[in-house]
């Protein structure tokens, strides 16, 4: 269920880079929360240096022109244990599968109620059941 936007630097990153992101980030949901494969969900929009501004050292960070925030809709059921999890992964694969320094990856999780979703028809499909993943 959680859904990815992933603000990149324009220009930066070819278009086989841009699938392994998104590759990357749909399989950390797999093997970092056991979330099924189907449940992908990813938006990447590119930027200008006149729109996305990314501090090139702020937190003692080393980081590239290649600097992205990843902003990621998550169920609010989540704990702590998940979100540390899930940034875990998705750091370490976005460095394997796409040659992302972890330095450049900013994460910021956005909880958002399960009611809050709908896959498609307009139905809240999660709102009256107990999480299942």
């Known amino acids: 269920m959680p859904v990815f936007h992933a603000y990149i630097p324009k220009g930066r990153y070819t278009r086989e880079r841009k699938i392994a992101i998104g590759n990357a980030l749909n399989q950390s949901l797999v093997q970092g929360l056991g979330i099924p494969?189907?449940?992908?969900?990813?938006?990447?929009?590119?930027?200008?240096d006149d729109e996305l501004f990314i501090h090139p050292t702020f937190m003692d960070m080393a980081?590239?022109?290649?600097?992205?925030?990843?902003?990621?809709?998550?169920?609010?059921?989540r704990p702590s244990?998940?979100?540390?999890?899930l940034m875990a992964?998705?750091?370490?694969?976005?460095?394997?599968?796409a040659a992302v320094s972890p330095d450049?990856?900013?994460i910021a999780f956005v909880p958002?109620?399960?009611?809050?979703?709908?896959?498609?028809?307009?139905?809240?499909?999660l709102a009256d059941i107990e999480p299942r993943w």
């Open 104 to 106: 450049d990856v900013f």
């Open 112 to 125: 958002v109620p399960n009611e809050n979703f709908s896959f498609g028809r307009g139905i809240p499909q």
């Open 63 to 77: 980081r590239t022109g290649e600097a992205m925030i990843i902003e990621v809709l998550v169920g609010a059921h």
């Open 81 to 85: 244990s998940d979100k540390r999890k």
């Open 37 to 48: 494969e189907g449940d992908r969900f990813i938006v990447i929009s590119e930027h200008g």
């Open 89 to 97: 992964t998705m750091t370490r694969l976005l460095e394997v599968e």
